[in-house]
């Protein structure tokens, strides 16, 4: 009977549908559709959404009440009597504040136009903060950003290194002395907006997936001080039993030993991977007149052993990476594609994707600017 | 404004509401409150489900017409002039057909109830059948067991091994001599009944979470002529961008080799784990009268250090083993627990639950009648 539950991914049916979770649900379909597509009739918005004239005209004159879509005017060569007027979602309407929280010892923001843009930056040294020092240099960077804006903002986004929970607490960020830190509640508190705080790995897989043009099947590994990476599954962000999906850097790499980690083991792929190795194996070969290749190829190679598993039981299509693409664009990512042919099945992986994010530093930022645009509009 | 966007998986809106969907979801809302929590009256439903009395009596008229809900008289102790009666789902409504493909060399199957309990069995030896053949003992099994039926049939549900798409055909399934099979398609036409068709793996992940009390992310590993697994993330089954998800047996583990296996590769995780080498091994130790624990440790310890890269990106709550418990429970588990402890990190994944399947050789079958359950009646 339901072709949901035979196709869909949820399995057990747990909260009801009222007649307003529809209406929700199209009004985002509508802002949707003019969003990627742009210029749009009433009659193109109906065709391509299967929403009834009726339904469409009802949601576009009340998104045109709060300022959401605009008119553009006719459509050229509009038959006379039958003029099709084109509709787009205000671009202008907003604007977004988006913190980047995962940068050693620098905290990044951005205001984004609701295309994700970046209209202007922002950042604060950290200088050692950390605890309820950190939280003030959060809240001083958005603040500072809002002043800058010259439309309303719809929220602010944050991506946050650490484990983070889905009402924006930071369960655990080491670096900044965070436990259990309410960041997203005091933000919201503090700046009378709507905030959402997320992991900045998954921020910047968010970023990938409405910017970046990635794959729904991917995974982002970001590669900084630290070693992390966020999850798209069937288009869902993977959140993890414990909200520590993608929490990669303290796995342990082969069986052959490895560098002693931070966190006791050895062999992590941090102890591999992350920049502050890399830089100093890096200085040390050119000292001495060598080869950086060896050094990279290596790193990446052990990013293979890592993920080979992970690219066969969750059967990806892509893998981007995201972090120097002076270290990671070249032998050692040659080196990763590599390993994933050697170490998986040919006849399920050979089409996998490995490649750079496109996005650059500002992945972050605008993944956490994405999820405001999905929380607030519903848009993506 | 919409707050499954903020924190729901869907990241973009692209299929439209409409009222009946709303209607259909209602209605397995409500056969799914009855089908787990058993006798209710009307008013516990609306209360359980949060639907107006309004909604949920005119669901259950429905429901009761078509003959899925039955009344089971008043419940003792109801007030007089307010009596309250109480409903069930008809679990002697219909029956399902579960059948699995997927043990060496003979199909099994099963007629079950609605709570998955099984009726009757059969079995038909594969005696080498390919192709087409394979396909007919497929199609003679299912009508065995229908013609033992002593209800109308909800649907068959089959567990396969190989890749399988969202259409219920084969990919591939090398032993079978399966590619691009429409087994579904075949099996639906020639029974002229509902027939679902997914891996073996995906079909045991799924009676785990319905009938084995499984987490909503978890992974199960079936351990036999081959190695496979399911994966459940979020409480959805994961798929795969090439229907491939859980495909692990050849991936290679370790950095120090291993045996030749049939895929070109060394040191895959089937040459360690699969049952035929692992009962070779077992009985060579016996025969030379040694220790049977150090080759079920070092299978359990390679099975570890395959996951464990999963466990850590997927953030786990469960890994859950199927297969034959006098392989699988004991020395072997216990060096998987072991090796899992050795390579994550213990803040994320001291938590991590593994254990044996309690669902024992009916895994698969119990599988394929939750997939008919889940398709047919939007229940789990």
Not at 27 to 34: G, H
Not at 98 to 110: P, T
Not at 148 to 166: E, N
Not at 319 to 348: K, N, Q
Request: a negative charge; one cysteine or more; hydrophobic letters at 45%.
């Amino acid at each position: 009977m339901t072709m949901e539950f035979m196709t869909g991914r949820a399995l057990r049916p747990t909260t009801k549908v009222l007649p307003e979770h529809a209406r929700s649900h199209n009004r985002s379909l509508v802002l949707q559709t003019l969003y990627r597509a742009g210029e749009r009739s009433r009659a193109d918005v109906a065709r391509e959404t299967g929403l009834t004239r009726v339904t469409v005209s009802d949601l576009v004159a009340e998104l045109m009440a709060e300022g959401l879509i605009i008119e553009l005017g006719q459509r050229e060569g509009s038959r006379p009597g039958k003029p099709a007027t084109l509709l787009d979602l205000n671009r202008g309407a907003y604007q977004i504040v988006g913190l980047d929280l995962s940068a050693f010892e620098i905290f990044r923001g951005a205001l984004l136009d609701l295309d994700g843009g970046v209209i202007a930056r922002a950042e604060v040294p950290l200088a050692g903060s950390t605890g309820a020092d950190a939280t003030a240099k959060v809240v001083a960077l958005a603040e500072g950003l809002i002043a800058q804006a010259t439309a309303p903002i719809l929220g602010v986004g944050v991506g946050s290194p650490g484990v983070v929970d889905l009402a924006g607490v930071v369960l655990a960020a080491p670096n900044l002395g965070w436990r259990d830190e309410p960041l997203q509640a005091t933000l919201a508190s503090r700046l009378a907006l709507p905030v959402l705080v997320a992991n900045d790995a998954n921020a910047a897989v968010l970023a990938e997936h409405s910017f970046g043009g990635a794959d729904s099947d991917m995974m982002l590994v970001k590669v900084g001080h630290g070693v992390g990476a966020g999850l798209l599954l069937g288009g869902s962000l993977l959140r993890g039993s414990r909200f520590a999906a993608g929490e990669l850097g303290h796995v342990v790499v082969g069986t052959h030993g490895g560098a002693d980690c931070v966190c006791g083991k050895k062999g992590c792929l941090e102890t591999w991977l992350a920049t502050p190795r890399l830089d100093a194996a890096i200085s040390a070969a050119r000292a001495s007149g060598n080869s950086t290749d060896p050094i990279l190829r290596e790193a990446g190679r052990h990013l293979g052993i890592a993920l080979a598993p992970v690219v066969g039981a969750l059967d990806l299509a892509e893998v981007v990476l995201s972090g120097p693409a002076e270290l990671l664009d070249g032998p050692l990512m040659e080196a990763t594609i590599e390993t994933f042919a050697a170490r998986t099945m040919a006849e399920f992986h050979s089409g996998l994707i490995v490649r750079m994010t496109t996005l650059g530093e500002d992945i972050v930022v605008r993944g956490a600017a994405a999820m405001v645009l999905s929380g607030q509009l519903g848009v993506s």
